[in-house]
Nanobody
């Protein structure tokens, strides 16, 4: 199975910005839409942004206009630029394929994002 490696999280004040990165193996990255998911304490994991192999994007209403997903096909990396962060964005953020392919891809360790008010 392929693992994903997320990075870039941290502690930021409300209104601040962070940029997350996720490195994936080439075989998975090249042929799959990719997404950023997040899981807040006591809540289910949710998909917040996705990008197809062709670059089309989609966002959850809660992050639309504040988050931007992008991918660098040469580096097999997907990014999430997060601006105007809110305390409710606090969560562990993960990347994975869209849709999920649990037989092929294992969840990474995620990266913690904490937004203070």
């Amino acid at each position: 199975q392929v693992q994903l490696v997320e990075s870039g999280g941290g502690l930021v004040q409300a209104g601040g910005s962070l940029r997350l990165s996720c490195a994936a193996s080439g075989s998975i990255f090249r042929f799959n839409a990719m997404g950023w998911y997040r899981q807040a304490p006591g809540k289910q994991r949710e998909l917040v942004a996705s990008i197809t192999t062709g670059g089309s994007t989609n966002y959850a209403d809660s992050v639309k206009g504040r988050f931007t997903i992008s991918r660098d096909n040469a580096k097999n990396t997907v990014y999430l630029q997060m601006n105007s962060l809110k305390p409710e964005d606090t969560a562990v953020y993960y990347c994975n394929t869209v849709p999920l392919r649990p037989m092929l891809v294992t969840w990474g360790q995620g990266t913690q994002v904490t937004v203070s008010s």
